[in-house]
């Protein structure tokens, strides 16, 4: 865990009066800091909310390689629907909440601060698409429940702040060599300096990552397409060879990614830049197009930059200006042989492309009043406006010629501004009583004003002891591909609100020396959940009337997003570290037993019920490594598709149980050089998501293909500091 | 020397991540696609198309319902007059390719092409002698119902 350095005590704002006595220093020096909560430092303990915070030694030392296996093997109270065998993700959930074809909606992923979520599918990425090089990773913040009273849209299951080193802890300039076996290999090389800039003490702190994957080769259940009704002939599944309707077998070309991303962090006095830019392009293999086609990819493009003025203007008042730019593409392309696909094209390989762009800049004015300077009462206030553009377009091209071939088609592009405006007001009257209460008002063209209250209250009431009591909603702004896209049969709404949730939960956590065990409780609503809904006839007698649709198709199925579904959640979280300092054991695990009831009765898809993980790291003393098990487990879950299909039999991912083993050290011989080697097994082989052309239960495929996951996996880093 | 080229290669990467998406809509793609030469419809064949003749008595319907859709009738009429019908089963889709754009369609998957196949079905075999068609269908009949 992350020990508060003493010189952070004295900046943490919230909490000057307890950092006054030397005893309270000393008390505090076990407990860990998060700034996301508040945005302010403060000791997580007594945080409104449920935080975790993985440091950097740990990040290392269990062989993490992405924000997603942090929270997987490491958090409380959060996991992933599971990594597939092309390493991506299908979401993120907390508190047995997930949403399937949730990207990272309903979480907000911070770098620095700076929010990353883009506005038009609304996803984060955890995964390496985040183009985050963790080895510039100070400590990595969970924050669990409604978190929009500071931080607006997508907050609803918490806040991930990903926070990164200081020049002081990346000193010296890095190389880094690492591979996972037969499979992937990464460099990075990263630098840390201080210096003085014309007078004042300024750091940079800077990293780039090129990673490259080339497999693993896997299989895929074959799926039997059938006959082609234009050719009236087998369908098409590649552009060369016989025409066999079969999809499926195995996966050598497209499974790759190659992902060059670079980080850079600039201070100089109260002045803060922070840069960031990565490119991510992999392989498609499960879509509904050629299978294996070496030609089909994805390519992500994203870059930001966030510059902040902090200043302390009277000892009583800091102000903090920040400004902000953002810029996200995705470009998915891929070919498809099959006639009927052509039918209109009168190309043999057609080439789809689904183009999506984001662009957004804005400005966040914030101000801390600290009523009697010492941090007993702080009143923050802030402001937060915002420009976003957005816009998508599929277009399709003669893949022999690159000639387009039609006009496009979903195509739109929408320009808004959004503001928010927050107060926060925080109490600490005395070292047993903390209170926290809060709101945010939000402003979006596409719907009336959302509110997004939170109080808070934490009471220690006996030495090492913390009682909290949280109440908090957030909201989710309906991304513009929901609010805006018309493509096909799918329509675009007349309206659509954003989807809320309200939260209450109880904890209590008990520190007694190296041992810290917690316990939260957590209830939770949710509600207008953004979800597609065929029309009924009469309401596509009234969608041609309104002029969204020209004419009424026999036997067709029209589609429009709602606010459909709600859910009730609720359940507990168990956690307990611990450790043996002197013979350098620790230890910890985390468990969740959730219930998420949605109102249509039905099961809630792709969130396993019941998951949790475990570990141990023993460092062995001198130069001797350390040693590390961790594991990460799920209970089986529903495929994401498996309640809106009549599937033969209903497709769940079975229980996972993902064990990863790591010895990391010096190369005693050579100063400066580390190393880091580990495996991962996997337990289950498949995880929740419906893969290939046959989304829907056919004579011939009447259960579904679940994606993959490879079982075993090792990897071996080095790093050498020069 | 290598601070030059990391800097030039961080450089090109950097400016390929601002060079933007072009997200400007295609518009008015043309096609060249065979055309049939089958000159003017005779008013018999005409009739014969909306199921207005002895031959085509079965087709009414069909006509009927594909007329009520401007996407249909404007597919079935572009397709007449570029005497798509005289071709064979497989060239009469690429010469009806331009029709479809023209009517808006943009997918195997459009509703329209439903009617569309319904009238060919019945119109074809029915008026092929009185039209010139060549009788053979393009299989579009066998479409699924989504």
């Known amino acids: 865990m992350k020990r508060l350095p003493l010189s952070l005590l004295v900046g943490v704002v919230a909490w000057p009066a307890l950092a006054s006595a030397q005893e309270d220093l000393e008390g505090l020096l076990d407990q860990t800091v998060v700034t996301a909560a508040s945005k302010s430092a403060e000791v997580s303990a007594t945080a409104p909310g449920t935080s975790t915070v993985i440091p950097a030694q740990d990040l290392r030392r269990f062989g993490i390689h992405t924000v997603a296996e942090a929270v997987d093997f490491l958090s409380f109270g959060a996991a992933t629907s599971g990594r597939d065998v092309t390493g991506q993700l299908g979401g993120l959930g907390a508190r047995g909440v997930q949403v399937a074809g949730d990207e990272g909606n309903h979480f907000l992923l911070l770098v620095n601060g700076h929010s990353v979520n883009e506005p038009l599918a609304g996803s984060a990425r955890f995964d390496r698409s985040a183009g985050i090089p963790l080895e510039m990773v100070d400590r990595i913040e969970v924050i669990l429940g409604p978190g929009s009273v500071l931080y607006g849209s997508n907050a609803m299951l918490g806040v991930i702040n990903v926070v990164t080193k200081r020049a002081k802890d990346f000193k010296g300039t890095r190389l880094l060599v690492e591979s996972e076996l037969l499979t992937s290999v990464r460099a990075m090389t990263g630098a840390g300096y201080e210096f003085d800039l014309f007078g004042e003490p300024a750091e940079i702190t800077a990293s780039l990552e090129y990673y490259q994957r080339f497999g693993p080769s896997f299989d895929l259940d074959r799926q039997n397409l059938g006959i082609d009704p234009i050719s009236a002939a087998p369908t098409r599944t590649s552009p060369d060879g016989p025409a066999t309707g079969i999809w499926g077998g195995r996966v050598d070309d497209d499974s790759f990614v190659e992902a060059p991303a670079g980080l850079l962090r600039f201070k100089r006095g109260d002045l803060q830049v922070t840069f960031q830019a990565s490119t991510y392009r992999s392989g498609v293999p499960y879509g509904n197009a050629d299978f294996d086609d070496p030609d089909s990819d994805h390519l992500l493009r994203q870059a930001w930059i966030d510059v902040s003025y902090q200043k302390l203007v009277t000892p009583a008042v800091e102000l903090t200006l920040r400004g902000y730019g953002d810029t996200h593409d995705s470009a998915l392309g891929v070919d498809v042989s099959r006639e009927s696909a052509c039918f209109f094209l009168n190309a043999e390989t057609c080439r789809v492309t689904f183009l999506g762009a984001s662009r957004w800049a804005g400005a966040e004015l914030r101000g801390a009043f600290d009523w009697f300077e010492d941090g007993t009462a702080v009143t923050l206030v802030g402001f937060d406006g915002q420009y976003r553009y957005a816009g998508t377009k599929s277009d399709t091209e003669d893949a022999a010629t690159g000639e387009i071939v039609t006009d496009s088609t979903g195509a739109f592009t929408v320009e808004d501004f959004v503001f928010g405006a927050y107060a926060q007001q925080t109490f600490t009257p005395n070292r047993w009583l903390g209170l926290n209460a809060g709101a945010r008002i939000d402003h979006d063209p596409r719907f009336p004003l959302v509110v997004s209250p939170r109080a808070a209250a934490s009471v220690v009431p006996w030495e090492g002891g913390t009682l909290k009591f949280t109440y908090a909603e957030a909201y989710r702004a309906p991304s513009y591909t929901e609010s805006e896209l018309t493509a096909g049969l799918r329509l675009a709404p007349l309206s659509l609100d954003p989807e809320r949730v309200r939260s209450f939960e109880a904890s209590v956590e008990q520190r007694v020396g190296a041992h810290h065990v917690r316990t939260a409780l957590f209830a939770s609503r949710w509600r207008k959940l953004v979800n597609l809904h065929s029309l009924s006839d009469a309401e596509k007698q009234r969608a041609v009337a309104e002029g969204r649709l020209s004419f009424i198709a026999p036997q067709t199925d029209y589609q429009e997003f709602r606010n459909l579904d709600g859910i009730d959640n609720y359940g507990v979280s168990l956690g307990y570290e611990g450790g043996l300092s002197m013979a350098g054991l620790s230890w910890g695990a985390n468990l969740t037993s959730a219930i998420a009831e949605p109102d249509s009765g039905e099961e809630l898809p792709v969130a396993p019920h019941y998951f949790g993980n475990a570990r141990v790291a023993y460092d062995l003393p001198k130069d001797l490594p350390t040693l590390t098990v961790a594991g990460f487990w799920a209970s089986r879950r529903l495929a994401d598709r498996g309640a809106d299909q009549s599937w033969a039999e209903r497709p769940y991912a079975p229980t996972q149980l993902e064990l990863k083993a790591t010895i990391s050290g010096e190369v005693p011989p050579l100063r400066g050089l580390s190393y880091r080697v580990g495996a991962d097994y996997s337990l289950a082989d498949r995880v929740p998501f419906v893969i290939g052309p046959t989304q829907t239960p056919t004579a011939d495929q009447p259960t579904p293909s679940l994606a993959p996951t490879d079982r075993f996996r090792a990897f071996v880093g080095l790093e050498y500091q020069l | ?146």
């Open chain 2, 1 to 146: 020397m290598r601070k030059a080229l990391a800097c030039v290669g961080l450089g090109l990467w950097l400016s390929s991540l601002g060079a933007c998406l072009d997200l400007e809509p295609t518009t008015g793609v043309e096609q060249q696609l065979p055309q049939g030469d089958g000159g003017a419809l005779s008013d018999e064949c005409l009739a014969c198309t909306r199921g207005d003749s002895a031959l085509a008595l079965d087709c009414a319907e069909a006509y009927g319902r594909c007329a009520e859709n401007e996407a249909c009738s404007s597919i079935v009429d572009c397709s007449l007059e570029r005497s798509c019908f005289n071709l064979s089963g497989s060239e009469q889709i690429n010469c009806s390719i331009p029709c479809g754009f023209e009517a808006g369609l943009t997918s195997l998957d459009d509703p329209a092409i439903q009617l569309v196949a319904a009238w060919s079905g019945c119109i074809i075999p029915a008026c092929s002698e009185v039209c010139g068609f060549s009788g053979e269908l393009p299989g579009a009949q066998d479409l699924p119902a989504n």
